[in-house]
Structures are given as structure tokens and as C-alpha cells.
């Protein structure tokens, strides 16, 4: 079946510094990625949507420029997020949809900023 | 505002037993999903519901959608431990793939 890679599964950083987070597609192409995060028992926000090729569409209330995305190819999307701070610790989980219109999950990125 | 409802959003049950876990959202959607999240783990897909009146079956889990009403159903049949997990239903409003989420159910099978 369809499959979705991220890469780190997990990171720590120190505030300040960047991470950058890869989602990859490993079967099938995707033009279209999604970005979600998600905080201890809570449920996932929506950040961003992934378009191969074109600039990232940013949900209200998220900062572009924090949260920095970018598709190269039709199997790849990164999201980085610049100029770390501890409020930014989540998962971070990013999502394609296949051709049989299931939405594909990563594993997931852990992301601690101390 | 698409707003996703859940609930309950906690239910501890007996296995053996039956249960319902009930998502209700505000406006017109094309689609809904449910998906399962174990502890630190990322989302498996259970059903996409595509239509009114769909009914999707797997195993001890049963979805429908009530689009009418605005209403799916996730039923959980002689429920068993490993089926302990965090349940969410999703909406795709316009078939334009952003979902908005439910707030969702934290299930725990007690043996």
C-alpha cells in the first residue's frame, strides 16, 4: 500500500537554531502534501498545504515565515522551522493523499526545543 | 468555520461490550474519514465514507454517515483490548483534501 516517510522521527534542538523535516511519498506521487502538528492529547491542526511546484498555502493564524515549506518533487515536501523556541515543541505529521483518495499519514516528527 | 465535534471524549469500557462514538460537524462535506492513533504513533486510516447513507465494516469496527444530518458513527463491536486507542473522524469540506479534524475520542478497552 501507500506509504509515507519522515525523517528525523525525532529531534532536539536548542532555541534558536532551525530544523528542517521531510516528508517523502514512497510509492506513489503527490502533488498536493499537507502539514499538521499536534500537541500532547490533542488533536491535529492543519498548518499548511504542500504544492509541488508552487508556494505553500498557510491555514490562518500560521506564520510563513516560521514555518517554512517547500515541494521540490512530486515525492518530497520539507517543512522547516526557523529560529526555534520551546512553544514550537509537537508532533509535527505531514500527509499525501493516494490514488485511491486515502489521506496517507507519516509517522510522524517529534520535535523538542529546549 | 467547518467545526468537528467528537463524542464521547473519553470512554473506558468492559471488552465484550458495545459501543458508539458519535462525530458531528457544522456545515456541507464531501467526505468524511476516521482513523485510529495509538500513544506516540502517527494516524492509520479506517474508512473514508464518500456518501450519504455509506456503511464501511472492518473487523469489530463499523462506520456510517448520515450526511443530512451531519452525523457519522464509529461502532465498536465486543470490543477488545487491543482496540484501545485515540479515535478521530476528519472532514474534507470541499473534496480539496484539507481536513479538519475532530477533537477526538480516547478509547480504553478494560480487560
Known amino acids: 500500500g501507500a506509504v509515507v516517510s519522515q525523517h528525523p522521527s525525532r529531534v532536539i534542538c536548542k532555541s534558536g537554531t532551525s530544523v528542517k523535516i521531510e516528508c517523502r511519498s514512497l510509492d506513489f506521487q503527490a502533488t498536493t502534501m499537507f502539514w499538521y502538528r499536534q500537541f500532547p492529547k490533542k488533536s491535529l491542526m492543519l498548518m499548511a498545504t504542500s504544492n509541488e511546484g508552487s508556494k505553500a498555502t498557510y491555514e490562518q493564524g500560521v506564520e510563513k515565515d516560521k514555518f517554512l515549506i517547500n515541494h521540490a518533487s512530486l515525492t518530497l515536501s520539507t517543512l522547516t522551522v526557523t529560529s526555534a523556541h520551546p512553544e514550537d515543541s509537537s508532533f509535527y505529521i505531514c500527509?499525501?493523499?493516494?490514488?485511491?483518495?486515502?489521506?496517507?499519514f507519516g509517522p510522524g516528527t517529534r520535535l523538542t526545543v529546549l | 468555520e467547518l467545526k468537528v465535534e467528537q463524542n464521547p471524549l473519553f470512554l473506558s469500557m468492559q471488552e465484550g461490550k458495545n459501543y458508539t462514538i458519535y462525530c458531528n460537524y457544522s456545515t456541507t462535506s464531501d467526505r468524511l474519514y476516521w482513523y485510529r492513533q495509538d500513544p506516540g504513533k502517527s494516524l492509520e486510516s479506517l474508512f473514508v465514507l464518500l456518501s450519504n447513507g455509506a456503511v464501511k465494516q472492518e473487523g469489530r469496527l463499523m462506520a456510517s454517515l448520515d450526511t443530512k444530518a451531519r452525523l457519522s458513527t464509529l461502532h465498536i463491536t465486543a470490543a477488545v483490548h487491543d482496540l484501545s486507542a485515540t479515535y478521530f473522524c476528519a472532514v474534507d469540506r470541499f473534496g480539496n483534501e484539507k481536513l479538519t479534524f475532530g477533537t477526538g475520542t480516547r478509547l480504553t478497552i478494560i480487560p
Open positions: 500527509s499525501a493523499r493516494d490514488q485511491r483518495w486515502r489521506e496517507v
